[in-house]
Nanobody
Framework: QVQLVESGGGFVQAGGSLRLSCAAS????????MGWFRQAPGKEREFVAA???????????DSVKGRFTISRDNAKNLQYLLYLQMNSLKPEDTAVYYC????????????????WGQGTQVTVSS
């Protein structure tokens, strides 16, 4: 059974930084893209960033470009690790952040992802 477990969320002041991690396990993944999404209270889940299997291609939402960096580490100790380095955080970045995994090419479409983690809360105070 595929499991995605996020960690690294927390409370930070505006302008601060956090690094989110996601560990995917449960099977051998080949040619899977991974992504980060977020959902603020009362809003729909939205795309944040995505990365291809090889790590050569990345996508970012306009709202986080230049501030967030997505990266991955495949098959480290039988886990596939995904990261999101978040710098210059703003109060509007407050949300539950989810990692997701899909078979195939990189995508910003929420509905394209097959597996989801439970989420980690990020709160940015002004």
């Amino acid at each position: 059974q595929v499991q995605l477990v996020e960690s690294g969320g927390g409370f930070v002041q505006a302008g601060g930084s956090l690094r989110l991690s996601c560990a995917a396990s449960g099977r051998t993944f080949m040619s899977y893209a991974m992504g980060w999404f977020r959902q603020a209270p009362g809003k729909e889940r939205e795309f944040v960033a995505a990365i291809s299997w090889s790590g050569d291609y990345t996508l970012y939402a306009d709202s986080v470009k230049g501030r967030f960096t997505i990266s991955r580490d495949n098959a480290k100790n039988l886990q596939y690790l995904l990261y999101l380095q978040m710098n210059s955080l703003k109060p509007e970045d407050t949300a539950v952040y989810y990692c997701a995994l899909r078979a195939g090419l990189i995508s910003a479409d929420t509905t394209a992802y097959d597996y989801w983690g439970q989420g980690t809360q990020v709160t940015v105070s002004s």
